[in-house]
């Protein structure tokens, strides 16, 4: 998230207005700032070579640096029947993830603004591991203050996984809400907090 992000999140705004409410901005800014200097020259090659480097360049380079993902638009997740513990009752969200997964620790950041705006939401990594050689992930999420904890793969886990790391589980109401990485992002986390007010 970029600062601009971070700002209006904090102004209350969901999580995917918040990822687009820039580039809608910048789009409305280019394209005042064309129309002013569309009406003041009168040539039609220096229009339009004006166009392209205030309406378009601005954009394309933001939505190039800060990209919008299928994910922020749609929300795909996948449902199961929480008879996998004991704590059905309790709505809790977990982040499963492997202890050197590059994608997993880039996920940190977002988490950690995720559990700034809902501190009551128990949020937590589980570290799919083998053995007790500490990965990347743990360093950072000590540093972050994010709680984990280390656990075993066994054939409930796969089912849930299926393979891709990092896995998103929401626990609620007696099911679990699904995402992989390629489907989680902000429609994932508005529905989260849609369901816990």
Known sequence: MNWIELLLLSTGLSWQMTKMMPLILLLFLSASLCYLIWKKTRKFKFKLVLFILLGLAPCSLYFAFYPIYHSDIKNEY???????????TKNRFEIVSLPNCPYCISSINLINQFKKRNPNLSIEYKIVSLGAKEGKLEKELRKAGLKYSMIRSDKTLRDLVKGSYPTYLFYYKGNIQIWNNNSFGTKALDFIESQLN
Not at 78 to 88: G, H, I, M, T
């Open 78 to 88: 996948r449902v199961a029947q929480n008879e996998f513990d004991s704590l059905k």
